[in-house]
């Protein structure tokens, strides 16, 4: 999809990895005085990143999101969008480890980095504990959630082998859950770490 | 009524869903994850003002933008949006579609509402849609507004529709609802008491994590529509019927989506709005709301205001309930505008005029028992009220009032007495509750709140088809959606039950109308006790086939197939509940927390142990989300919405969530597939009451105004 032929008309102008915040919100057209903008081709970068231990290299509009990116351009979908707008954390996904929204990243921000998602989280089938956790505990109710309750939660178990339900409920405050499953995902992520830190 | 059920061997055990891995690995594909040849994108231009007449739309340059193929408006695209525009919120009707007055379209001249649809693009990259609507010009005569069902009734307030603001009946008769049971006026003659209280209550989004979409996709005359949808069969019919299409000709698929509470019954203006450009296009069209979009297009649950008035004995007799309630539907009328309650009480002189009323704050829907939290708040408040101004216990004065089964009107079981008795051991109330309200000394006050409800458990139509091969695998064909309960699990599980045989054995194929029989839909708690009853009948016919010819062999497979309408023989089928809660007011900051509470629940057999104590954790907090938090808020002098998303309307996160203490009282009634009753909607309804009820017990305070938010209890507390 998109317009390929105008791929780096713009990418000399600046640092490629950091356009302004209102280079962004014009080239979306989100300005009343985006009319001018909206004409003209829209500017891209050529990046490299890691995807779940997979190189690519991608030549992405400055405007995409990290989210649009994996959703549209990868095929990875797991991650959700639930506002778009850093609200709901649905589609939160590792960027070097630590936990990011990918809505409110964008795409030639990811240059260089080492991005997990959801589809990250098993290996050769098998899945993470958190994982195996989240369907012994019933955690996903409506499962729009998930992806982003996963991944908060993987990069806490990262670094509290054996948190406890107050220190589950911090780290995850953010991702909400509004068929209001807070109870089993904490019992989850709790009952994830226990094995975790039993195992090692 | 409390006799222990019979063990089963599939039903009642802990299962995990069946749909489990595709939910934590990110292969579960949800309508927006779909992607078809040559799809283009679409988005919707709202209005952004509370009323207004569209003088003129120049869509000349958003058109000739490269990479868009449609923009369509109220004037190149006149399509009915029935399950919207229907009086009397009977949705279902074709043949009130064909009389209403006031009909809504997909897009409306003049606009009623901050967030009505003026124009939608559709484009070859989500970007360039968007471009494309801030290239739309709009020329608007802005008019003027009202937001307050009360002052949009006045003789002089703005009319949003020619014949006034008074939502018409189906007869397109402009008078209120009137229930009138028993003699109102004795009733209050024999009072030794009469009370009366105003109560408001908020505005609340259903809030769901996945935005409504629809990607729609034509083939020659045949409609396939992929979007979220509580009900495909009901969906399909009423795009069938707004389309001008038969039901042939529509297809709908929903595999996974992201929750709804009400919010995706029906078909959805998003599922006319991209077949509509799929059709000008002849190109598939995914239409994506935003956050935005969604909380504007439709909000479920309709502000309301209720005036109580009730007249007791002294000994706590409750003679009569009387019941001025107003609802605030918003410009259209997507559902009647209940308020319930008072027929929680035995009390035979009960009067209710609810008058439901169009204002220019946005639609109201369906959320979650979409009559009952509010309307429970109110009378369960009063009911209080009542029973500790006559020095009663609030639990002796409910066990005193409530409905029971009579001679005339018998249940299929009743148990409200052991909920009660059980809520009140577990949860301690004689300890937990202040005899005085706001006794505590000190800024930080403690107390207890209580709360009942029953709600309808009756059986009804729906269908199912199970077929066996050789291989001795069965296949359940039922057109249920998966909305979060677990339906798909639910279904295979009373299958395998009824069939004897291991879940592992059953593969359940839902969410296509191609595929699936007719469903009933996942509203109005319906799907595990109706379609599930199909089920077993299905299974039963099935059995029997075998039973006279033996196993499948070779290519050889038997189908059976069921759509029975099964009754409760003239008996009121009911879930019961009682909800005990105590809370902790910070009187200096106005804040309230949540300490303890325990949900007591009567829901029949319970099929799948650990998804239905979920289904009541969940709704107890959407319910206390309400109580403290949640309402769309509307600056009165510009009639914008202002708590349009998440954070401002403070939905609740992990950190302010208590430990729900769920209990279910199993109970075997002889009705419905094995004995289940409903339960989605059920813990939701007490759940408001019961925390205004606790915060009046810390505080002494009556609240009178939902949400129970920090202002409005530090101005209480003077």
């Not at chain 1, 990868?74 to 506002?83: A, D, Q, S, Y």
């Not at chain 2, 229930?179 to 769901?208: C, K, M, P, W």
């Not at chain 2, 539907?329 to 009480?345: F, S, T, V």
Request: hydrophobic fraction near 40%; aromatic fraction near 6%.
């Amino acid at each position: 999809m998109g317009d390929t032929s105008a791929a780096s008309s713009a990418r000399q102008e600046g640092h490629p990895t950091a356009p302004s915040h209102r280079a962004v919100l014009e080239g979306i057209g989100l300005t009343p005085d985006a009319t001018a903008s909206a004409m003209t081709a829209p500017s891209r970068t050529a990046i490299s990143l890691t995807v779940n231990g997979v190189n690519h290299r991608v030549d992405v509009e400055d405007r995409w999101t990290l989210v649009q990116l994996l959703r549209d351009h990868l095929e990875l979908t797991g991650t959700k969008i639930g506002c778009d707008r850093s609200e709901c954390e649905a589609c939160t996904v590792l960027m070097d480890g630590k936990p990011v929204y990918a809505c409110c990243q964008l795409a030639v921000w990811a240059d260089g980095a080492d991005v997990q998602t959801v589809e990250g989280l098993a290996h050769d089938g098998r899945l993470s504990p958190l994982q195996q956790a989240f369907i012994d505990h019933n955690a996903p109710q409506c499962g729009f959630c998930t992806p982003g309750q996963l991944m908060t939660a993987t990069a806490l178990l990262n670094t509290v082998p054996r948190p406890d339900a107050a220190q589950v409920k911090h780290a995850l405050v953010g991702v909400l859950c509004r068929c209001s499953n807070y109870n089993a995902i904490v019992e989850a992520v709790v009952a994830a770490g226990a094995q975790q830190g039993g195992a090692a | 009524m409390s006799e222990a059920v019979q063990p089963l061997t599939t039903i009642g055990h802990v299962t995990p869903r069946v749909d489990a891995m595709a939910r934590v690995t990110g292969q579960a594909k949800y309508t927006n994850d779909l992607k078809l040849p040559g799809m283009l994108y679409a988005r919707v231009l709202r209005s952004p003002h509370p009323h207004a007449r569209i003088r003129h739309i120049d869509t000349r340059e958003a058109s000739r933008l490269p990479g868009v193929r449609a923009v369509i408006t109220h004037e190149n695209a006149q399509v009915v949006w029935g399950a919207g525009a229907v009086a009397g919120g009977r949705q279902y009707s074709d043949a009130i579609k064909a009389t209403t007055l006031q009909r809504r379209y997909i897009f409306n001249n003049p606009v009623r509402c901050v967030g009505d649809a003026v124009a939608a693009v559709a484009a070859t990259d989500r970007h360039i849609a968007e471009q494309a609507l801030a290239l739309i010009k709009v020329e608007y005569e802005v008019l003027p507004f009202v937001l307050e069902p009360e002052a949009a009734l006045a003789a002089d307030a703005p009319r949003i529709w020619p014949e006034g603001n008074l939502c018409p009946d189906v007869h397109n008769n402009f008078a209120p609802m009137v229930s009138d049971l028993g003699d109102i006026a004795a009733g209050f003659a024999a009072a030794d008491q009469v009370f009366e209280q105003r109560y408001d209550t908020g505005f609340v989004h259903n809030a769901q994590l996945e935005p409504r979409c629809a990607l729609a996709h034509w083939q020659g005359e045949t409609l396939t529509l992929y979007t979220p949808s509580q009900g495909i069969a009901n969906c399909r019919h009423d795009m069938a019927r707004d389309l001008g299409l038969d039901d042939q000709h529509v297809r709908v698929v929903c595999h996974y989506m992201g929750g709804g509470f009400g919010n995706k019954n029906q078909n959805q203006d998003a599922d006319l709005i991209a077949a509509t450009l799929a059709r000008h296009t002849n190109a598939p069209v995914m239409l994506e709301y935003t956050r935005r979009d969604d909380w504007l297009g439709m909000h479920g649950r309709w502000p309301t205001v209720q005036q109580y008035k009730v007249g007791v004995t002294n000994d706590g007799t409750v003679t009569a309930i009387q019941l001025i309630g107003y609802s605030g539907m918003g410009p259209y009328r997507k559902n009647a505008g209940g308020i319930g309650g008072l027929e929680l009480y035995a009390c035979p002189n009960r009067y209710r005029s609810l008058s439901s009323v169009y204002t220019n704050r946005t639609t109201s829907g369906n959320f979650r028992a979409p009559s009952e939290p509010h309307g429970v708040y109110g009378i369960e408040s009063i009911m209080d009220d009542i029973a500790y101004t006559l020095g009663m216990d609030p639990v002796e004065f409910t066990v005193k009032n409530m409905l029971r089964p009579t001679a005339e009107q018998p249940f299929t079981n009743y148990s409200l007495d052991a909920c009660i008795q059980m809520g009140v051991e577990q949860f301690d109330w004689q300890a937990r509750r202040k005899v005085i309200p706001g006794s505590d000394a000190g800024p930080i006050k403690r107390g207890a709140g209580f709360s009942f409800m029953m709600f309808r458990a009756a059986l009804g139509r729906s269908s199912a088809i199970v077929h066996v091969d050789a291989r001795q695998r069965y296949t359940l064909f039922v057109g249920v959606t998966d909305v979060g309960p677990g339906a798909k699990t639910t279904m295979g599980m009373i299958a395998a039950e009824a069939l004897g045989v291991p879940l592992s054995q059953v593969d359940v194929v839902s969410g296509d109308t191609d595929r699936c029989p007719y469903s009933v839909g996942e509203s109005g708690s319906r799907t595990t006790i109706m379609t599930g009853m199909a089920v077993v009948e299905a299974v039963k016919d099935l059995k029997q086939q075998i039973a006279a010819r033996g196993m499948p062999t070779g290519n050889d497979v038997f189908v059976a197939s069921a759509t029975p309408s099964p009754t409760t023989d003239g008996k009121m089928r009911q879930c019961f509940g009682a909800h005990f809660v105590e809370v902790e007011v910070d009187t200096r900051l106005g804040t309230t927390r949540i300490t303890t509470y325990v949900a007591i629940h009567e829901s029949g057999r319970i099929i799948n142990p650990q998804t239905a104590r979920d289904q009541i954790r969940g709704a107890v907090l959407q319910g206390i989300g309400q109580a403290l938090h949640e309402d769309l808020l509307y600056d009165p002098a510009s009639g914008q919405p202002l708590t349009t998303g998440y954070y401002r309307a403070r939905h609740m996160t992990h950190l302010d969530v208590p430990t729900i203490d769920v209990r279910f009282l199993e109970v075997d009634d002889g009705y419905g597939p094995f004995g289940a009753k409903t339960i989605g909607e059920s813990g939701i309804i007490l759940a408001p009451a019961a925390v205004a009820n606790a915060i009046f017990n810390a505080t002494g305070k009556r609240m009178t105004s939902l949400p129970i938010t920090r202002d409005k209890i530090l101005g209480a507390m003077g």
